[in-house]
């Protein structure tokens, strides 16, 4: 059996590349699984609380069917929809029912590491694609890993960090090309499994590229049946993982709030604004926003790609080759580039902006705006333009390289040695550029922590308060970021909660817990239940009606202030 030494340097180098980007950034801090304080602060905003939260819930809750439902959260609840990783959750809670584990675990930390050795590993695949050389691919690989979008994502969505699904759709509908459609790729298939159990987000990606692989093959290769049940088989792999995750089914209402509120900006491909300030370049300003978009519009490329792109449109515009070239590409991707429109159309939503101005709205026919609704924030699709954009200046720097050489620069210079040091320069103006936003993203979690710090996020006391105690119910209507550190406490204390930190479903009060506060308020408690509120005048009520309860004051976080009853 001969071995690809190529292939195995992109796996060595590409995980080499992951580590270190990591460990630069955040180092081991997050890697310890059996600490969580660093979780329990929140990273940037509480949402990985969230995910935490909804990994506890899932792990205290019953083997059942569907694989994701969470039974100790209000009906309704799941693992994905909780964004706490069902892969690697369904993965652990298993291990931890064999062993007999319950104490503190976090897989947060090495998912991540993992994701950056993947990133790395694709983009270094990608880059070998068309070519050989080792300088070359280890620099793609650094330019992928450090991408301004992912390491915006990394550890406030955690699951939506996964960006090497999209770079590996990509390449294997690149690679599938190569080989001239003579095969469907299998790790498409593969994909298509798993996508879902990472996180829905990354399911329109995989079947994007899949409907434009069976467009290309079915035309190319004149066997349309073939073809079609490539596509299909995808597609029921797709729709068993939504059934077997609960992600569908009798009372799941997977839309969600926001769409046309969180399109994409014609501005933010070059605006440096994100969703806390961070200084993501040096260079350029921050544009303004329109509405709510500066929490989920950020998709600045880096200084380094846009200079890039910048050159490649003079270069169309002034030189007759330039254009020859273009030209050929989009005659050699006319699907691809179609399916790239459409995509940024979506990203975009039903309102058209750009800065701060509204410029037209779109209104949309109910049954679609509903089905899209799912994905509301729709400016994550613009993460297939944003890597397709990546991976095009990316070749076209070894196409420049070549172009040069053959007009008499460079002529002396072996192989791919122009496009190194070309590349290497792009990489350093790219860096330099998100180096500040690089030491902020890796503040947070890394930090040693203060006194008063592990003060308030040590739930050791309240947990073991609260244990003996079956359910937490909390009398109040909820926002989103409400209950998230309560939840956490009271998963550990192997309760049942009211409610559910999922990001689908209704955190509205149920009627059986509108009938609880009811009876509260009339001096009737429910033995085992612990009942919480935000409401300070409430809070008065219920101990008017109930003079003997226990009542504790707390303030968790920095986020809100409890109140609690505990039945004597």
Known sequence: MKIDKNKIFIWLSGILTGTTVFLLIYGLFTLDVTHDSWIMLGYENNDIIQHYAGWLGYRNSAISFPIGHIDGMSEGSYAVYADCIPLVAVIFKCLFRLTGYSGIFQYF??????????????AGFIAGRRTENKAFIFLTEILFTC??????????????????????AIYLYLKCRDNAYSRFPIMMYVLSALCLWISPYFMPFVLCMDVILFIEGAFKTRKVLKWLMYLGVNILLMSAGCVLLGLVGKGVNAEGFGLGLYGINLNSLFNPVSTYDTDWSLVLPKLPLWGLQGEETFEYAGLGILAALLTIIAVWAINKDGRKHLIKNIKAYPVYIIAMIFVTLIAISVNVTFGDKLLFGIKLFPALESLLSIFRSSQRFFWLIYYSLFIYADYMILDAAEYLKEKGLFKKMKNDIPAVIIMALLLVVQLADISDAAHEKGIAPGRVLTEEQLKQVDLSSLTEQFTGYDRMVVIDEQDVYQGRDLAVCAMKAGMHISYTVASRGDTSLTEETKAEEADLLKGITKKGTVYITFDEAKAEAVYEANPGILVEAANLLRYTAYIFFVPA
Do not use: K
């Open 147 to 168: 991408s301004p979008v992912m390491l915006e994502r990394s550890f406030r969505h955690t699951s939506l960090s996964s960006h090497f699904i999209i770079l590996l």
């Open 109 to 122: 930390g090495w998912y991540t590491l993992t994701v950056y050795c993947l990133q790395a590993v694709t």
